[in-house]
């Protein structure tokens, strides 16, 4: 069984974070809350999702999967405001999602999740961590977007730096110093290139004020961020890009 009362805001910032890695997406329910594992299409980028039961008004749920069609998902959310309040039911035998919000009243029917793949989350040894304002980051990605289709980070004891690079003279760079971060743990430097667009993607996804990255060189991006004000976490994981000759 699932029912779950919650802001509809909540609902819109787990769709959000997800759907911009994949259309569809399996989501387990259990005692402690709601969780999802996804990998996009070209299987180099990853996102999880763990929304605590704290974050809802009204929660119960046996341990049941199920799989979700995010569009369609995304548009009923549009039938509400941020302040709204969403109820969400699992009608098991009927296999669908009845959603209400205000006086409308929406079924939906669910995807078999059983043919939905279950990533692995790769344990990544990582020897560098900053913990840094998405606000500044998200003004690099902005000056990047006209340079290139590529975006260089590189942590260092001194602090954080991400770059573009035209195969021209053109460049954008922001540098954070170490005093402009919130937190940092750096064993040795590192540095890696990933795909302009998956990134700005999954930064401008983000909701949190504060995001933790963990880098190391040449290695998968690991992004980890605050869900509902704190009352879930989420985690990106993206594959450095691949320059061929």
Do not use: C, W
């Amino acid at each position: 069984m699932f029912h779950a009362k919650l802001k509809l805001s909540i609902m819109k910032e787990v769709v959000d974070v997800t759907s911009i890695l994949v259309p569809e997406a399996k989501f387990t329910a259990d005692a402690s809350g709601i969780h999802t594992k996804a990998v996009d299409p070209s299987r180099v980028a990853m996102v999880t999702i763990d929304l605590g039961k704290e974050a809802f008004e009204e929660y119960e749920a046996s341990e049941v999967e199920m799989g979700i069609d995010l569009d369609k998902l995304k548009e009923t959310i549009k039938l509400g405001s941020s302040d709204d309040i969403i109820t969400v039911d699992l009608d098991s035998e009927a296999n669908l999602l009845v959603i209400k919000i205000g006086n409308v009243t929406r079924k939906m029917a669910l995807i078999d999740a059983s043919s939905m793949i279950d990533p692995k989350v790769p344990e990544l040894d990582l020897p560098a961590r900053i913990t840094l304002p998405i606000s500044e980051i998200k003004k690099g990605v902005t000056a990047a977007k006209s340079i290139s289709e590529s975006i260089s980070l590189k942590i260092t004891e001194d602090g954080f730096e991400l770059s573009s690079r035209s195969e021209g003279a053109d460049q954008a760079k922001l540098h954070l110093p170490k005093d402009a971060l919130v937190d940092m743990d750096v064993k040795e430097k590192a540095q890696s290139t990933y795909t302009l667009k998956q990134f700005s993607d999954m930064i401008n996804a983000i909701k949190s004020p504060n995001i933790t990255i963990r880098l190391g060189t040449d290695y998968p991006l690991d992004i980890i961020f605050d869900i509902a004000g704190g009352m879930g976490k989420g985690r990106y994981l993206l594959a450095p890009r691949v320059d061929t000759a």
